[in-house]
């Protein structure tokens, strides 16, 4: 008896401890469970962190030709300004500049260079979008970002350096507020 | 029916007609029967049988808003404005419903049958939905404005179209993004949500649970038919009250997870000011009157129902108030109907225009206290010198003053 009381007192420990073991369970029971191959293919958007990046490597050396040979130049311009598509490269002023001098220019203004690889990933070339192998997106992320003075030439990135790139902007920009229903947009502000 | 009765009901039937045609044939001889009608008629189409058409005569338009065609020469839609001038009620037909795209898309073509909504990332159980598994779940049909940050007004714009035609509202069905997001289980820790599309650029927004959690809709049909294609069919997100970039179309895919992921979409958003980053999320109160507005004219002095619409992404709309004398006075205007949490609101003025110059303004009061401030307070809000030309932090909800002319015609009296 004294042992069953035992069991019972261990078996409800998790509970008091906060701890749900048990998983929620679905209320209607529609749809199905996504197979893991499923959710690699669509799970393209990444995080600060880069735990979605796919293995792979890429230099500013090969970054360099393919921002020629994938017709990047054509858009953006052969240095990365001047194109009819947004500027890549901010103004040659050297390094330890305020990214925000610039226009909206993704590889120096991004506070994490996740972001760069992302964008190029999902949305570029334009009307070609998804044929980069996750090599190439390395490799053009490295060119744009040793453009910006980001990184050294030489530097290989891979889906473990690329998250740990320190960008110029990355403690400087405002975090968007916590949000609550019912709330002004802004404490303090009447309109 | 007795023949009896039958033959004494054809008698008074033929009695009336005599008379009647008797009676119009003294006053305008036409042929004996006939009444005036329409002078020309439109044969029936299959097309028109099928999906109804408005009248020729009716020729409002959208048209490309921002400095950019749409579509361009690749075919790209990228942002087009709703003609606000023309509107009546709340709701936007959805031919004319405004639209923006991420940088310029191609409208995708989808086979709602092969398409599907994944729920994934931090939940017990990930989930995949056709679309006839979600119109399955239980549903909610809600009004609802989007509106652009884009939609901005300035001195160098004419019409409503141009300074407000980046907003419309529609009646959405769908179901509520919370349901799927409980059917899944969220884990704890998990206060973000990644909402990302199946067009071209995939564009993806970061969201906070908090806001997924309490009004998101997961969207399948607008205005009693299926969403149209350039509002993201089969399926949308809508984020009442935030602005329209968070309104993921063509939504294939929520993510869960524990942090803001600076997607494309979010570092549109990227600012150092704090008061930017906060007025740049959730709508404020705003208002416009779209009769009479710019380009408009007013054929004399004497009544006029002044009419325009009022939102917030706060919540509803509470108060309406009409100047004539460009701010200095305000009265009450008439909310017309029920105000809807985050939905367009008609409110109408009844004026009788002494045929003088003068400048018309309407300002809204949202249900959580906010109101739609003038350009000059917000310019003595953050301390900048009159004068000094400015541009509106975060989304613009400022007050739009109409300048009606002693001729009757209306312009934009942005300084």
Sequence with gaps: MRLLKHVAALSLLPLLLGVTAQAQSPTYGVGRAPTEVEVRAWDIAISPTGEELPVGSGTVDKGSELYLSKACAGCHGTTGSGGIAPRLVKDDVGPDVDPWRFGRVLPIRSPYATTVWDFINRAMPLGQEGTLTPDEVYSLTAYLLFLNDVIADGTVLDEKSLPLIEMPNRDNWAQVPDWFPRQPRLQGYPY | MSSKQSDRREFLKRSVALASGLGLGAATQP???????????????????????????????????????????????????????????????????????????????????????????????????????????????????????GNRSSSRMTTVQETH???????WTGVLLSTLLKEAGVHEGA???VAEGV????????????????DCLVCYAMNGEAVRPQQGFPL???????????????????KVVDQYYMTYNDYGHLTQDPANAALG???????????PSGGQQLPGHGFYEVSGL????????????V?????????????RGTAHPMAHTRFTFQWNWDGTECELQSRCTDDVGQVQPSRAQVAEFWNIPAGQPFSVKGQDNSIQPWRVASDGSVHNAIA
């Design chain 2, 31 to 149: 042929v004996l029967g006939q009444l005036p009608g329409p002078e020309a008629h439109q044969h029936g189409t299959d097309e028109i049988v099928a999906y109804g058409k408005r009248s020729r005569f009716v020729t409002s338009v959208r048209i490309p808003h921002g400095g950019r065609h749409s579509p361009d020469t690749f075919g790209l839609d990228f942002h087009i404005a709703a003609p606000l001038q023309d509107s009546v009620g709340v709701i936007t037909p959805s031919s004319l419903h405004y639209m923006g795209t991420t940088r310029g898309s191609f409208i995708p073509d989808i086979d709602p049958d092969k398409h599907h909504l994944m729920i994934h990332g931090m939940v017990d159980n990930p989930l995949v939905f056709t679309m006839a598994d979600l119109k399955r779940m239980p549903s909610v049909t809600r009004l609802h404005f989007i509106e652009c940050a």
């Design chain 2, 165 to 171: 035609g980046m907003t419309s509202c529609a009646e």
């Design chain 2, 281 to 291: 999320y959730q709508i404020g109160p705003k208002s416009v009157i779209t009769y």
């Design chain 2, 191 to 193: 206060d973000w949500i």
């Design chain 2, 199 to 214: 067009e071209e650029v995939k564009g993806a927004s970061s969201l906070p649970m908090t806001k997924a959690m309490d």
């Design chain 2, 323 to 335: 100047s004539t004398d460009g701010g200095r006075t305000w009265v009450d205007a008439e909310i």
């Design chain 2, 236 to 254: 949308r997100l809508l984020v009442p009250g935030f602005e329209g970039i968070f309104n993921v179309k063509w939504l294939r895919r929520i």
């Design chain 2, 310 to 321: 009022a939102w917030s992404g706060g919540g509803a709309v509470s108060r309406v108030e």
